[in-house]
């Protein structure tokens, strides 16, 4: 995974969608500096580990911006749903 190309792709394509905020950047951001820290394809981490690399400070703003970057195909978001069970997050190897 070349997290290069998926941040260049992505303010590529944010330039022209007005859905985006800054709220979805700092947590795509943040998606990405975990990626690139474990090394792997995908993370699997709680809402509150995220959020801190984020900056965030709420949750109900955090899952918002989460969901909404997946609806709008810039990531792949399953929630676990459960307190002891972390979400699992990946990015899109295709055009969003």
């Known amino acids: 995974m070349d997290i290069a190309t998926h941040l260049d792709r992505f303010f590529r394509d944010i330039s022209v969608d007005a859905r985006v905020t800054v709220t979805h950047i700092s947590v795509y951001a943040a998606i990405l500096q975990s990626l690139r820290r474990l090394g792997t394809d995908h993370i699997s981490m709680f809402g509150f580990e995220l959020m801190q690399v984020a900056k965030i400070s709420s949750g109900k ?3 918002k911006a ?3 970057l997946n609806e709008f195909g810039y990531i792949n978001y399953e929630p676990s749903f459960k307190k002891n069970k972390p979400s699992r ?3 899109p190897e295709s055009s969003y």
């Open 61 to 63: 703003t955090y899952y």
């Open 66 to 68: 989460v969901r909404e």
């Open 89 to 91: 997050i990946s990015l």
